[in-house]
């Protein structure tokens, strides 16, 4: 399958700061990524869709001032939480989408664990 | 209605038996349809992908597809206590870019 890596992979920081996280799509060029969040036992819970060049699209209930993503590249999209706070602590997920519109697979980088003190 | 359906079981089956994931949708017009395993604390990894009614094979797993029942399944076969993990159902809606996923599925495979 394709890869995508995700870094950092763990991180921890103060309340307040800000943090940013990296996705990369390594032998394949997506112009289509996603970013998820995912809570202990609980299901992926779809935060943006991000297209390369263009703005993000969030879903309802995420705060675009708060999550901010760029997708600058063919190859690379970030995903910001800023002002982070112990609730945003959460796996963070992203995802790079291969292949033809209507039949593109999914691929995942390996999630960024983030908490915040 | 939930667009992507998906027992939450947990499904326990012995090793070596044959498990059945199933997932039902409610977007009659998508075509693309993909499993994903999901072990505790990792992120979701492919597994299959299927856009044709009927099955298909890989190793020992079997997609099938029913789009008239809206209905997708994936078996694995001669289960080995590695296949432990919670299993994903993914719909691509039709005219979007958009995946739904299901809630998953949690199997055990009991040695």
């Known amino acids: 399958g394709a890869v995508v890596s995700q870094h950092p992979s763990w991180v921890i920081c103060k309340s307040g700061t800000s943090v940013k996280i990296e996705c990369r799509s390594l032998?394949?060029?997506?112009?289509?990524m996603f970013w998820y969040r995912q809570f202990p036992k609980q299901s992926l819970m779809l935060m943006a869709t991000s297209n390369e060049g263009s703005k993000a699209t969030y879903e309802q209930g995420v705060e675009k001032d708060k999550f901010l993503i760029n997708h600058a590249s063919l190859t690379l999209s970030t995903l910001t939480v800023t002002s982070a706070h112990p609730e945003d602590s959460s796996f963070y997920i992203c995802?790079?989408?291969?292949?033809?519109?209507?039949?593109?697979?999914?691929?995942f980088g390996e999630g960024s664990r983030l908490t915040v003190l | 209605q939930k667009e992507v359906e998906q027992n939450s079981g947990p499904l326990s089956v012995p090793e070596g038996a044959i498990a059945s994931l199933n997932c039902t949708y409610s977007?009659?017009?998508?075509?693309?349809f993909f499993w994903y395993r999901q072990y505790s604390g990792k992120s979701p990894e492919l597994i299959m992908s299927i856009y044709s009614n009927g099955d298909k094979e890989d190793g020992r797993f079997t997609a099938q597809l029913n789009k008239a029942s809206q209905y997708v399944s994936l078996l694995i076969r001669d289960s080995q206590p590695s296949d432990s993990a919670t299993y994903l159902c993914a719909v691509l809606l039709s005219g979007t870019y958009k995946y739904i996923f299901g809630t998953g599925t949690r199997l055990k495979v009991l040695a």
């Open positions: 977007d009659r017009g998508s075509q693309s």
């Open positions: 995802s790079a989408r291969r292949g033809l519109a209507g039949t593109g697979e999914l691929f």
């Open positions: 032998d394949f060029q997506a112009t289509t």
